[in-house]
């Protein structure tokens, strides 16, 4: 299934930049976005963690005034239970972390408001031994205006050894223009 859902973002991904048209980068369509997360871990990790908080970094441009896409990455840091050790792969961890390498899509309804998002890549784990990573997935839904973005999220990492990490959370960003 996976692999299923990553051959199709690649087709969509490789669809959208296979346009011939000139970019054109100004302050206008493209902007880095600097902001904080915040989550409550869900399904398998709810037992070993008990929230989780992040840093993101976005690069974004707009292709058209609706529909932006970009790079995406940071480090969301899960702080394990303290009565409890959890096993991940085959090893036993307390706090760990995990850093994405992703490329994001996202819809702008209007100049000011609602939008939906995903960022889809690869997410890297550290303090786990004997597990890299996995699929990373983040779907998010939320408001923007100019210079601001508030959002919820649901993030979920498919790693090795039948591990999937959820977080459900919310976050901010803040776009710096180019």
Known sequence: MKKIVLLLTLCIVGTTF???HEVNVTSKNSWLKVGVNAGLPVGDMDD????SLGLDLKAQYLV???FGIGLATGYS???GKSDVDHIIGNHVVDDFGIIPAAAFARYYFKPKGLFVGVDFGY???TNVDDNDGGLYVNPQIGYHNRDWNFFAYYQNTFADNDVDIQVLGIGATYNLRF
């Open 18 to 20: 296979a346009q011939n």
């Open 48 to 51: 070993a963690s008990t929230f």
């Open 64 to 66: 058209t005034p609706n």
């Open 77 to 79: 840091h899960m702080f």
């Open 123 to 125: 997410g890297f784990l």
